[in-house]
Structure formats: C-alpha cells, structure tokens
C-alpha cells in the first residue's frame, strides 16, 4: 500500500522540524513538502496532491482557514487537519464549516498527532472507496447504454457517421462481448474499412490473452 503523502504548513520553522522527525518513523507516511506560510501550502498541494495537509491557523500571506478552501480547488481528494494555538470555539466552527474533521491545539505529542491522523486515513479510505464505487457505477451505466445503442443501431442497418462511431467505441471498450465485437468487425469488413477490422481482430487477440488494448 502506498504511503499516506502529507504536507506540512506552519510558519515556525520549530514546529516543521518537530512534525517532519515525528513522521520519520512512521514507515507508511511520507512529509513530501513543508510550507512556511497559507500561499505556499496552496501552491504545493496543487504540485503534489497530497493526501493530507496539516494546516496551522495563524500564517502569513495567507491564513489557513483560506488556505483549507484553497486547497480544496486546486487539490479536492486533499484533507486538510487544522494545527493551532487557538481553542476558541468559534476557530473551531469556522474550521469545521468549511470541512476540517481534525482540529489539534498546540502543544501537543506524537501520540496525539499520530491518533489524528490515522483518523483522516480511515476518513480518506472511505471517500476513495465511495468514490471508486460511484465510479463504477457510472462506468456500469455507460457501458449498458453503449451495448443498447450499438444493438439498436444494428437492428436498424445503420451505418452512419454515428452508428459507426458507437461501433467503434463498442469495439475498444474493456468489457465488449467479442461475440458482438466479432459482428461489429463484419460491417467493417463489409465497408472495406481494412484499419479498424485491423485493430478490431488485435482488441480480441489482446482480449483472448486478458489484456485490453484501445482502439486507436
């Protein structure tokens, strides 16, 4: 499993030394950048793409608060963990607003910190594992009114400009039927059109072997 990849923003350079020996030994997670201030924590979540940003409240050029929704643009799958000497609640309701889950006051230990984070961990895997399955379902949906509209096609002996393409697309797509994608190759071959039944009969040998290869 690849590591956690996080960034850390604060403008005390103490506290960016603290945090970045902390996660040294944590073997599944990596410091891939350190920002000193809210603009430089924006533009190295737009580079990197962490998974995580720990976010001090109080930075120049930019507070965090603003950098968290920042962030939020330019990197969305980022959770942002707010790190501040402020307990005030309303700090804290404006931090939660805006989506923060984890909010930590300094100072505070490894173990604090560690237990924080492991907390976005599990938070991020559930939001990759429901995107992942709205994914899914999208591509599901997709296919099913592909394999209707290319069956439909085919029922009327279309071979239009837009047949031909839905064909095509039929043809190079992951989960084609290659009883079907064989038919599709007969009109290609019917048409003369020598390229694609070229590149239909090497998606099925590439198919027949388990790998998928595009159409061009």
């Not at 944590?26 to 924006?42: H, L, S, T």
Request: aromatic letters at 4%; proline letters at 4%.
């Amino acid at each position: 499993m690849a590591p956690l990849r996080l960034i850390i923003a604060d403008d005390a350079p103490e506290f960016r030394k603290s945090v970045r020996a902390m996660m040294a030994l944590e073997r599944d997670i990596e410091v891939v950048a350190v920002a000193r201030d809210g603009q430089e924590a924006v533009e190295l979540a737009q580079k990197h793409q962490p998974d995580v940003v720990l976010m001090d409240i109080n930075m120049p050029r930019m507070d965090g608060l603003t950098a968290i929704r920042a962030v939020s643009q330019v990197s969305p799958s980022t959770v942002c963990m707010i790190v501040s000497s402020d307990s005030e609640n309303e700090t804290l309701r404006k931090a939660m607003a805006i989506g923060v889950r984890e909010y930590l006051i300094k100072p505070f230990g490894p173990d604090e910190l560690m237990s924080a984070i492991r907390r976005t961990t599990a938070q991020i895997s559930d939001t990759r594992r429901r995107t992942e399955e709205a994914t899914r379902a999208i591509e599901t949906e997709r296919y099913q009114y592909l394999l209707q509209l290319v069956l439909t096609h085919l029922r009327e002996e279309r071979y239009d400009h837009d047949a031909l393409k839905a064909y095509r697309a039929y043809a190079a797509h992951a989960e084609a039927d290659l009883d079907l994608v064989a038919r599709l190759a007969e009109v290609f071959v019917a048409l003369r059109d020598w390229k694609t039944v070229r590149q239909i009969c090497d998606r099925m040998e590439s198919a027949s072997r388990g790998v998928t290869r595009p159409l061009d």
